[in-house]
């Protein structure tokens, strides 16, 4: 069974930052890519960064540059480095992992911004 636990989200002003972790019962990020997306309220889903098993990173234009995705294979976690926050990054987010072309979601951790 795959399980993602997000933490990390909450109430931040905005030019502030956040860490957002996602965490694993198995290794599943150092075989496959892993990600973050989000959802604001009344809005798609969307992605915010992603990262191959490698390594390799890929991010959203409205956040490259503030924020940087990274992972710790040893403790099978994926982390959101936020950085100058923006109302507009108010959203629910949500890990994900792709394996064998099946997508796994966490259950999501609100972060809002305010100005």
């Known amino acids: 069974q795959v399980q993602l636990v997000e933490s990390g989200g909450g109430l931040v002003q905005s030019g502030g930052s956040l860490r957002l972790s996602c965490t694993t019962s198995?290794?599943?990020?150092?075989?496959?890519?892993g990600g973050w997306y989000r959802q604001a309220q009344g809005k798609q889903r969307e992605l915010v960064a992603t990262i191959t098993s490698g390594g390799s990173t890929n991010y959203a234009d409205s956040v490259k540059g503030r924020f940087t995705i990274s992972k710790n294979n040893g403790k099978n976690t994926v982390y959101l480095q936020m950085y100058s926050l923006k109302p507009e990054d108010t959203a629910v987010y949500y890990c994900?992992?792709?394996?064998?072309?099946?997508?796994?979601w966490g259950q999501g951790t609100q972060v809002i911004v305010f100005s």
């Open positions: 198995r290794s599943f990020f150092s075989i496959y890519p």
């Open positions: 994900h992992v792709r394996i064998d072309g099946n997508d796994y």
